[in-house]
């Protein structure tokens, strides 16, 4: 199981945190990646973390937003910053197990950011 948590309503500019706690499986197992859905636009990939801690970014997000990871917690993390508008979405979570390609998702977590 997913649990997504941090979203909420942050001013063009601020920052905010999202989390992901994983239960259930062996997390370092995993391959973890953030998502995005914004109203009337199809769900997009924002970061992405291997299970050996490689990292992926949309350009759209590059230089503002970093995901890390703390296996001992089985937690995921998005450090969002210089957030604007367009960055205004609902936030998911994914697992993915990376011997068998497995997809977990988590429900999520909605970021408004005001102009």
């Known amino acids: 199981q997913l649990q997504a948590s941090g979203g909420g309503l942050v001013q063009a500019g601020g920052s905010l945190r999202l989390s992901c706690a994983a239960s259930g499986s062996i997390f370092s197992l995993y391959h973890m990646g953030w998502y995005r859905q914004a109203p009337g636009k199809e769900r997009e990939l924002v970061a992405l973390?291997?299970?050996?801690?490689?990292?992926i970014y949309a350009d759209s997000v590059k230089g503002r937003f970093t995901i890390s990871r703390d296996n001992a917690e089985n937690t995921v993390y998005l450090q969002m910053s210089s957030l604007k508008p367009d960055d205004t979405a609902v936030y998911y979570c994914?697992?993915?197990?990376?011997?068998?390609?497995?997809?977990?998702w988590g429900k999520g977590t909605r970021v408004t950011v005001s102009s």
């Open positions: 994914k697992a993915t197990q990376r011997i068998s390609g497995a997809n977990y």
């Open positions: 973390i291997t299970s050996g801690s490689l990292t």
